[in-house]
T-cell receptor
Framework: GAVVSQHPSRVICKSGTSVKIECRSL??????MFWYRQFPKQSLMLMAT?????????EQGVEKDKFLINHASLTLSTLTVTSAHPEDSSFYIC???????????FGQGTRLTVV | AQSVTQPDIHITVSEGASLELRCNYS??????LFWYVQSPGQGLQLLLK??????LVQGIKGFEAEFKRSQSSFNLRKPSVHWSDAAEYFC???????????FGTGTSLTVIP
């Protein structure tokens, strides 16, 4: 299957700083990318959907000014957690779709810890 | 709004025993259905998916799932569980456009010797 790479896999940052997570589709063009958040021992919740070259669409309750999503190319989307707070500590997973089918491929996730 | 229910939060089975993980969905039409497995600290691995056609689908690692429209269910089964199957299992649905997924709350599987 297609490969989606997320980087970094694990990051620790200080409160108040920003951290960027990258999601890359390695062998296909991802017209749409999705960002999910997973709290410990809970399910994955969709945060936002991004289409290449367009502004991301955020789910209700997700602060768009805090979670900045950029999808500037067909192979890269980034999630920037701004002014990070300990409550932002979570597991973030992206998925990417070429749009030609209905199967999206998931990255391996990023464990964010804000101290 | 669509929703996915996994009634069992945690299941413990003996190695070699059979397994069934339940999944029910709520959606106006038949969605696309998926089962994913997640090992601790890892991403998601697709086990199998149902789009249309034969309601019994085969997946990787010896898993299968059966779609039952009348029950709005998509239960995952494995005839003989291996210790390496211990993980978190998520049922998910996707609507026909957008490819966004809605996940169930997950079932944690423990396998005992």
């Amino acid at each position: 299957g297609a490969v989606v790479s997320q980087h970094p896999s694990r990051v620790i940052c200080k409160s108040g700083t920003s951290v960027k997570i990258e999601c890359r589709s390695l062998d296909f063009q991802a017209t749409t990318m999705f960002w999910y958040r997973q709290f410990p021992k809970q399910s994955l919740m969709l945060m936002a959907t991004s289409n290449e070259g367009s502004k991301a669409t955020y789910e209700q309750g997700v602060e768009k000014d805090k979670f900045l999503i950029n999808h500037a190319s067909l192979t890269l989307s980034t999630l920037t957690v701004t002014s990070a707070h300990p409550e932002d500590s979570s597991f973030y997973i992206c998925s990417a779709s070429s749009g030609t089918g209905i199967t999206a491929f998931f990255g391996q996730g990023t464990r964010l810890t804000v101290v | 709004a669509q929703s996915v229910t996994q009634p069992d939060i945690h299941i413990t089975v003996s190695e070699g025993a059979s397994l069934e993980l339940r999944c029910n969905y709520s959606y106006g039409a038949t969605p696309y259905l998926f089962w994913y497995v997640q090992s601790p600290g890892q991403g998601l691995q697709l086990l199998l998916k149902y789009f249309s056609g034969d309601t019994l689908v085969q997946g990787i690692k010896g898993f299968e799932a059966e779609f039952k429209r009348s029950q709005s269910s998509f239960n995952l089964r494995k005839p003989s569980v291996h210790w390496s199957d211990a993980a978190e299992y998520f049922c998910a649905v996707s609507i026909s456009t957008g490819n966004q997924f809605y996940f169930g709350t997950g079932t944690s599987l423990t396998v005992i010797p």
